[in-house]
Nanobody, 119 residues
Framework: QVQLVESGGGLVQAGGSLTLSCVASGNIDSVNDMGWYRQAPGKQREWVATIPLGGDATYADSVKDRFTISKNTAKKMVYLQMNSLKPEDTAVYYC?????????????WGQGTQVTVSS
């Protein structure tokens, strides 16, 4: 019953900006850590950023100082503001969240949203 849905992907030119959003819904008792991953064609899934419950956000070196992760816990949403985009940022971006239900806590994943950066 729990699902995450990303939105905000699209096509932008190098140097441009894009903001992604993700909302969690379903049989949720609480949402803890939230984050973003990405996967380019033929590549392994790569961690991008995490914003833990009650902690500071952390970023992969490849996006540090360009991307900003934020969240609204009450709305069960997480965001990723992406600035100074590069062609190598092209990937499907997935949001993830650690969610507690009535019987366990585990990570859930969205279906992804495509981000394409042209040169």
């Amino acid at each position: 019953q729990v699902q995450l849905v990303e939105s905000g992907g699209g096509l932008v030119q190098a140097g441009g900006s894009l903001t992604l959003s993700c909302v969690a819904s379903g049989n949720i008792d609480s949402v803890n850590d939230m984050g973003w991953y990405r996967q380019a064609p033929g590549k392994q899934r790569e961690w991008v950023a995490t914003i833990p419950l009650g902690g500071d956000a952390t970023y992969a070196d490849s996006v540090k100082d360009r991307f900003t992760i934020s969240k609204n816990t009450a709305k069960k949403m997480v965001y990723l503001q992406m600035n100074s985009l590069k062609p190598e940022d092209t990937a499907v971006y997935y949001c993830t969240a650690s969610i507690r239900t009535d019987w366990r806590t585990r990570d859930y994943w969205g279906q992804g949203t495509q981000v394409t950066v042209s040169s």
